[in-house]
């Protein structure tokens, strides 16, 4: 396997492609969430879409991304406002609310699919990849439709990127300015079920939490600035998905999807130990180099 190959072979560039695209867009998504305190929102709004996509495929017979992709985005945001609601109607605690949406959703969706297997056309559904994702299987349409959903995700971020800075650190100073911070919070929710469902393809429900937070935790280990933490996860993202599909299609039967989460980790760890800002290892230089003025 040669990097040559990433640009001539149609598989693997299409699968380093996509893999790298949904690295970008869940590196600086990623980033929002965390800084939040919305990490595990991503996990129940991953869950929460396996049931609206098996929804369209039976309401309309086809599998083409773009309905399964409109199905998983309808029923993540409604996996969204029933969580929210929780939240704000009953004293049950975050924790639990996610886990309910996440349970309920993700068994709703299992049913279906089950629903959908004993179909005379079960054969040709084939939704079940959606669990786990199935990179391999990604052509040239569905990478440029993920494309083109990234650039408007990457754009809007740009453009919002001071009301959303405010916002994110400081919602109580974001309303003091006038900011709508309603909207500021349903279009980040909203961003982040487009970057969900861009990754159904490639890493599927179970694993998109994964490509969320991790990206943004190293980042995070490496800088105290917003800016470069969005541009270090967005790189993070894109080095994983890009060997993570060399990997995967190096190896036979090595899935692309635990892959790029594997690496993922290693960068995690990596960070946490050497990150220049947080860093385990770094923190104990500091706190050695302190102790030895103070002496």
């Not at 609601?85 to 993700?106: M, Q």
């Not at 079960?122 to 439709?145: E, I, N, R, S």
């Not at 967005?234 to 090595?254: E, K, N, P, R």
């Amino acid at each position: 396997m040669t990097w040559t190959e990433v640009f001539t072979d149609y598989t693997l560039r299409n699968v380093a492609l996509g893999s790298a695209i949904l690295g970008v867009v869940s590196g600086v998504l990623g980033t929002f969430a965390v800084l939040r305190r919305q990490g595990l929102a991503g996990d129940a709004l991953a869950h929460a879409a396996l049931p609206g996509i098996c929804l369209a495929y039976l309401a309309t017979g086809s599998k083409a991304a773009p309905v399964l992709m409109l199905g998983a985005a309808l029923a993540g945001w409604v996996g969204m406002v029933i969580l929210i609601g929780f939240l704000r109607r009953t004293r049950v605690d975050p924790g639990s609310a996610l886990a309910i949406v996440l349970t309920t959703f993700f068994g709703f969706g299992v049913v279906l699919l089950t629903v959908v297997q004993k179909r005379p056309d079960a054969g040709q559904a084939g939704l079940d990849k959606f669990l786990f994702g199935q990179a391999a299987a990604l052509v040239q349409d569905q990478v440029v439709l993920m494309a083109g959903l990234s650039v408007v995700v990457l754009v809007l971020i740009a453009a919002l990127f001071k009301e959303f800075k405010v916002f994110v650190f400081d919602v109580d100073y974001a309303r003091t300015l006038g900011l709508p911070t309603g909207r500021l919070g349903a279009l980040l929710t909203a961003l982040l079920v487009i970057a969900i469902v861009i990754g159904l393809n490639t890493v599927g429900v179970v694993l998109m939490s994964a490509m969320l937070v991790a990206p943004a935790a190293a980042a995070r280990q490496w800088t105290e600035s917003l800016g470069r933490m969005i541009l270090l996860a967005a790189g993070f993202g894109a080095t994983a998905g890009i060997f993570g599909a060399l990997w995967s299609v190096s190896q036979d039967h090595t899935p692309t999807g635990p892959a790029i989460v594997l690496i993922l980790s290693l960068l995690v760890v990596v960070s946490l130990l050497f990150g220049s800002s947080r860093g385990w290892v770094w923190e104990r230089v500091r706190r050695h180099r302190q102790s030895g003025v103070g002496a």
